[in-house]
């Protein structure tokens, strides 16, 4: 598994003060050989989304545990666009209901991860996610 080349910030927004998960994905993306950013915890959209730009990143990955997935991916989604960098994927990651799942895809998450997952399936999608075009 390859993601050679790639660059991926992995980002905690909103007051959730849990990033184990996170941390692990980033080590699991290096280990694949995408280059990681990760924002630490407690960030606001905005700020994920000017690191995004500035780092000049194929993807974002947010880490979310404390419930408020859809806001948290809608803000992002909105301080992206204001960037003119609507075409980043934002992966969603964390404590995330299956009920919840297709209305983040439909909100535009390129992909839904939770703890019962694999980190070899997690890369595996990754990989793909970033290989479809929009």
Do not use: N, W
């Not at 050989?33 to 500035?54: C, E, H, Q, W």
């Not at 880490?63 to 666009?81: F, N, P, W």
């Not at 799942?101 to 998450?109: E, N, R, Y």
């Amino acid at each position: 598994m390859s993601l050679a080349g790639k660059r991926i910030l992995v980002a905690k927004p909103g007051l959730d003060g849990h990033d184990i998960g996170a941390k692990i994905i980033t080590l699991a993306l290096r280990d694949a050989g995408a280059d990681v950013i990760y924002t630490g915890l407690r960030k606001s959209p905005d700020y994920i989304a000017r690191v995004a730009v500035d780092e000049d990143v194929d993807a974002l990955g947010l880490s979310i545990l404390s419930g408020s997935h859809h806001e948290l991916l809608a803000q992002t989604r909105t301080e992206l666009a204001a960037r003119d960098a609507a075409d980043i994927k934002i992966f969603v990651g964390g404590t995330i209901p299956p009920q919840d799942h297709q209305a983040l895809i439909d909100a535009g998450a390129a992909r839904i991860f939770t703890s019962e997952m694999t980190i070899d399936h997690v890369l595996a999608e990754l990989e793909l996610a970033l290989t479809e075009t929009a």
